[in-house]
């Protein structure tokens, strides 16, 4: 299983960056998938997760609202839209890919996890 992030780069506070993975390397029918990321100096955080069947999906408290997790079947790829960047939001993200119809937003039970992709936020 490959995941290939991409999307990341600079922007000023208030803009809007859209992050992809490309997912190859198997059938994502039964996967979640899943958006974290990591700041210099912290732990790796969640920040959304959609599941690949259903579509349904989970964003953590401090982007909700402004960020959105979605999915293409047909290309096998995952999307996180985000608006209203902050500084905060500065960080690595990275997508990340398990074997399950369930929500997790633990990053220690994800399998697989793409490159990461630097989305850096001006004030």
């Known amino acids: 299983v490959q995941l290939q992030a991409s999307g990341g780069g600079l922007v000023q506070a208030g803009g809007s960056l859209r992050l992809s993975c490309a997912a190859s390397?198997?059938?994502?029918?039964?996967?979640?998938m899943g958006w974290f990321r990591q700041a210099p100096g912290k732990e790796r955080e969640f920040v959304a997760t959609?599941?690949?069947?259903?579509?349904?999906?989970y964003h953590a408290d401090s982007v909700k609202g402004r960020f959105a997790i979605s999915r293409d079947n047909a290309k096998n790829a995952v999307y996180l839209q985000m608006n209203s960047l902050k500084p905060e939001d500065t960080a690595v993200y990275y997508c990340?890919?398990?074997?399950?119809?369930?929500?997790?937003?633990?990053?220690?039970?994800?399998?697989?996890w793409g490159q990461g992709t630097q989305v850096t936020v001006s004030s």
């Open positions: 990340a890919a398990l074997r399950t119809n369930h929500y997790y937003t633990d990053p220690k039970k994800y399998d697989y």
């Open positions: 390397g198997h059938t994502f029918s039964t996967y979640a």
């Open positions: 959609i599941i690949w069947g259903g579509g349904s999906t």
